[in-house]
């Protein structure tokens, strides 16, 4: 019975034996495998910065790290404050020049221009809702109306205001749409239609003036 019972509990010590040992192996394994695939990517890395480095003209930005004098054609990352570019930079800690004849962006080109006039034409279609909801005294929507696309519509506004008239028209219209936001909140709702009906003719006195 007890050589039964001892050769029980050898049994059982052999069996968990090697459980331990795949479990160790399987650690040292994952680690290892760790190892090698953080190796590879240092390496893949070590591959990638010099070619960025390099980087010819017409390709993307090349970057001087931490350069004192570093290649003049390169950007860099405000390390070098100015000192390894060849034209000046907007700032001490910027990586790019003035703006000036050799930018890449033109104000006032036709682009600009027919993406802030679609701004002007799709807030005429959307002023055009306001009478409505101050007839039906829907307060909410007026100021909705005036806050949810109107931010788009100062910016292109005020960029296409060139002359004193087209200014003063843009003036007139960023008052009209306040006093009607104004009204909207105080629910009165004649003086809220009347300053709807004012913006609503003033943008378009602003767009045939373009």
Same mark, same amino acid.
């Given at each position: 019975?007890?050589? +039964? /019972?001892? +050769?029980?509990? /050898?049994?059982?010590?052999?069996?968990?034996?090697?459980?331990?040992?795949?479990?160790?192996?399987?650690? +040292?394994?994952?680690? $290892?495998?760790?190892?090698?695939? #953080? %190796?590879? /990517?240092?390496?893949?890395?070590? &591959? /990638?910065?010099?070619?960025? %480095?390099?980087?010819?003209?017409?390709?993307?930005?090349?970057? !001087? &790290?931490? @350069? &004192?004098?570093? =290649? @003049?054609?390169?950007? !860099? $990352?405000?390390?070098?404050? @100015?000192? =390894?570019?060849?034209?000046?930079?907007?700032?001490?800690?910027? &990586?790019?020049? $003035? +703006?000036?004849?050799?930018? #890449?962006?033109?104000?006032g080109n036709s682009e600009e221009i027919a993406r802030k006039k679609g701004f002007i034409t799709e807030s005429q279609k959307r002023l055009q809702k306001l009478p409505g909801y101050v007839a039906k005294k829907e307060w909410f929507n007026v100021k909705d109306e005036l806050t949810r696309y109107m931010y788009e519509t100062r910016g292109a506004v005020r960029g296409l205001a060139t002359s004193p008239e087209q200014k003063k028209l843009a003036n007139d219209f960023f008052k009209a749409i306040e006093e009607a936001t104004l009204q909207a909140t105080l629910k009165n709702q004649d003086k809220c239609a009347a300053a709807s009906d004012a913006s609503i003719k003033l943008l378009d006195q602003f767009y045939a003036s373009l």
């Open positions: 019975m007890k050589l +039964a /019972i001892v +050769a029980s509990l /050898i049994a059982s010590a052999a069996a968990f034996a090697p459980q331990a040992n795949n479990a160790r192996t399987s650690t +040292a394994v994952q680690a $290892e495998s760790r190892r090698e695939a #953080l %190796a590879s /990517i240092a390496a893949a890395g070590a &591959v /990638i910065l010099p070619a960025a %480095a390099n980087a010819a003209a017409g390709e993307s930005p090349r970057f !001087s &790290v931490f @350069g &004192v004098i570093g =290649d @003049g054609g390169s950007y !860099s $990352e405000g390390a070098a404050y @100015g000192t =390894d570019q060849s034209s000046p930079l907007y700032s001490p800690y910027s &990586v790019y020049p $003035e +703006a000036g004849p050799d930018s #890449l962006y033109k104000p």
